[in-house]
């Protein structure tokens, strides 16, 4: 760090406490949840609760040529958080002003937020959030916008920039901008908005959002289905999504089925190659049409059981056991987390494919998936101390983003491209979109200040 940049003159301009040198502590700040061994070591840990405080932060940094990594709950599976020598780490945790208008169905939150307590707010108006990820729990709505995440019911009801109608953004000179608002429709200059929803923080640090809220969902039927095969339960995928749009259409393998039962002992058939969950929330007969259609296509496929539910602690127990599949797998191992997804047509393939990678290379890897909307994750677990497995498993890694985008389909469906797949982005985007994505980072942050080594 330059001689001319004491971290007290920092510490001075903002409340006593919110710079943190203590080695302790930063070493809790170095890794997300990616887990990346080559996690740098943080020249210094901030935490603002406000915009000023952040653009306070943001001007020392660009006048003394100090890169910034923002850092939300720390769940990011693509290293997005992953901390950089010499960089600060500035955590958005303590950014928690959250207010609701029922006038217009929205909500403006601060980034450190909780999914769940946005969740829960909503709920407490008689409104609905619906973006879900399986972390939904554990993750900061921050975050969720940088990576634009997904979760189980984005089949039918879209992901998260489909609900960001505005945002608050300080940009690497330390300037605040707002781009959007409450209003549904806006048609005033650039879509800007969109632009900072899955940008993972390169070109500014989100300080406010204002979502829209729906309203509450109506109650769902579960449906699920036992295969023999997951090449049938793929095709089964393709049977319903060709007829209806379900409210949640999700994929678990042999393999995370029985780590699942494991941990969680509920009954899960150990002996299925394949699980498919649906959830029709059509109201009335024409929800118990799409249960129907679902439980038919599921036969037509080979089904050996299918059974439907309108319990909703039975249908939430299933949609639990698919949510825990990522920590029940990795009692298994060291996992590396995929995220890759394709054109639906193509997701059978994509299955037989990983299954054949994973053959190849002498590797575990347990397929889940938001099946519905061909995003799926395949889960590579391995012994990072046996270092021929340790180099099949990265091998492995990089084979299922070329399988992906020889597809047609994207290494990242809702988790980000961070600093664990930026190399495979050129091969999907091509070298005029690097191009084009590149100048917009020059032109929004020249010094490159902002979350260093994510994405370009």
Same mark, same amino acid.
């Given at each position: 760090?330059?001689?001319?940049?004491? @971290?007290t003159? @920092?510490? #001075?301009?903002?409340?006593d406490?919110?710079v943190?040198t203590?080695?302790?502590?930063?070493?809790?700040?170095?890794?997300?949840r990616?887990l990346?061994?080559?996690?740098?070591?943080?020249?210094? @840990?901030?935490?603002?609760?406000?915009?000023a405080?952040?653009q306070t932060i943001?001007r020392?940094c660009?006048?003394?040529g100090?890169?910034?990594?923002?850092?939300?709950a720390g769940t990011? @599976?693509?290293g &997005?958080?992953?901390a950089?020598?010499g960089?600060?780490?500035?955590? /958005?945790? =303590?950014m =928690?002003?959250l207010s609701?208008d029922t006038?217009?169905? /929205?909500?403006t939150v601060?980034? &450190?937020?909780l999914n769940?307590e946005v969740?829960?707010? #909503?709920? #407490?108006?008689g409104l609905?959030y619906?973006?879900?990820?399986s972390?939904?729990?554990i993750?900061?709505? +921050?975050?969720n916008?940088?990576?634009?995440? *997904?979760?189980?019911?984005?089949v039918k009801y *879209?992901?998260t920039?489909d609900?960001?109608?505005?945002?608050?953004?300080v %940009?690497?000179d330390?300037?605040?901008?707002?781009?959007? +608002?409450? $209003?549904? !429709?806006?048609s005033a200059?650039l879509?800007?908005t969109k632009l900072?929803v &899955?940008?993972e923080?390169v070109?500014?640090?989100i300080?406010?959002i204002?979502l829209?809220?729906?309203p509450?969902?109506?109650?769902?039927c579960?449906v699920?289905?036992?295969?023999?095969s997951v090449?049938?339960? &793929?095709?089964?995928v393709?049977a319903?999504?060709?007829?209806? =749009?379900p409210a949640?259409?999700?994929f678990?393998?042999?393999?995370?089925?029985n780590?699942?039962e494991?941990?969680?002992?509920?009954?899960l058939p150990?002996?299925?190659?394949a699980l498919l969950?649906? $959830?029709?929330?059509a109201?009335?007969? #024409?929800?118990?049409?799409?249960?129907?259609?679902?439980?038919?296509a599921?036969?037509?496929?080979?089904?050996t059981e299918?059974f439907?539910?309108?319990?909703?602690?039975e249908?939430?127990?299933f949609?639990?056991?698919?949510?825990?599949?990522?920590?029940?797998?990795?009692?298994l191992g060291?996992?590396?987390l995929?995220?890759?997804?394709?054109?639906?047509?193509?997701?059978p393939d994509?299955?037989?494919g990983?299954?054949?990678?994973a053959?190849?290379?002498?590797?575990?890897?347990s397929?889940i998936?938001?099946? *519905?909307?061909?995003?799926?994750?395949? %889960?590579?677990?391995?012994?990072p101390t046996?270092?021929a $497995?340790?180099?099949?498993?990265?091998?492995?890694?990089? $084979?299922?983003?070329?399988?992906?985008i020889s597809? *047609?389909?994207?290494?990242?469906g809702?988790?980000?491209?961070? =600093?664990? !797949?930026k190399?495979?982005?050129?091969?999907?985007?091509g070298?005029d979109?690097?191009?084009?994505?590149?100048?917009?980072k020059a032109?929004l942050?020249?010094?490159?200040?902002?979350n260093?080594?994510?994405?370009?």
């Open positions: 760090m330059p001689d001319n940049a004491p @971290l003159d @920092l510490a #001075a301009e903002l409340p406490g919110m943190v203590d080695p302790d502590i930063l070493a809790g700040y170095r890794q997300d990616a990346d061994p080559d996690a740098g070591t943080p020249l210094a @840990l901030v935490r603002p609760s406000t915009t405080q952040v943001i020392w660009a006048s003394h100090i890169k910034v990594v923002t850092r939300g990011s @599976l693509s &997005g958080s992953t950089v020598d960089a600060l780490v500035l955590s /958005t945790e =303590r =928690r002003d609701v006038a217009t169905r /929205t909500a601060q980034p &450190g937020l769940t969740k829960a707010a #909503a709920v #407490a108006h609905w619906p973006p879900d990820p972390s939904f729990e993750c900061s709505i +921050g975050g916008v940088a990576t634009n995440a *997904g979760g189980l019911c984005c *879209g992901v920039v609900y960001v109608l505005g945002l608050e953004v %940009l690497a330390g300037r605040a901008i707002r781009v959007g +608002g409450r $209003q549904i !429709k806006d200059g879509p800007l900072f &899955g940008s923080g070109l500014g640090i300080t406010e204002t829209r809220l729906l509450a969902q109506p109650p769902a579960t699920v289905g036992v295969f023999p090449t049938e339960a &793929g095709r089964a393709l319903v999504t060709d007829q209806i =749009r949640m259409l999700e678990m393998d042999a393999v995370a089925v780590a699942v494991d941990m969680m002992t509920m009954g150990r002996e299925a190659a969950i649906a $959830q029709s929330d109201p009335g007969p #024409a929800g118990a049409e799409e249960v129907a259609l679902i439980q038919a599921f036969e037509a496929h080979g089904a299918c439907s539910t309108d319990d909703p602690a249908g939430e127990a949609t639990a056991a698919r949510r825990a599949a990522i920590p029940a797998v990795e009692r060291s996992l590396l995929e995220d890759v997804g394709v054109p639906l047509p193509a997701l994509l299955i037989d990983v299954a054949e990678i053959a190849t290379q002498d590797v575990t890897i397929v998936a938001h099946a *519905g909307d061909g995003n799926t994750h395949p %889960l590579i677990a391995y012994d046996d270092a $497995q340790h180099d099949r498993a990265q091998a492995a890694f990089g $084979q299922i983003m070329d399988l992906a597809l *047609g389909g994207t290494i990242t809702e988790h980000g491209v961070g =600093r664990l !797949k190399a495979w982005l050129p091969d999907q985007v070298p979109v690097m191009q084009v994505t590149a100048a917009i032109a942050d020249p010094d490159g200040l902002l260093p080594g994510v994405l370009l």
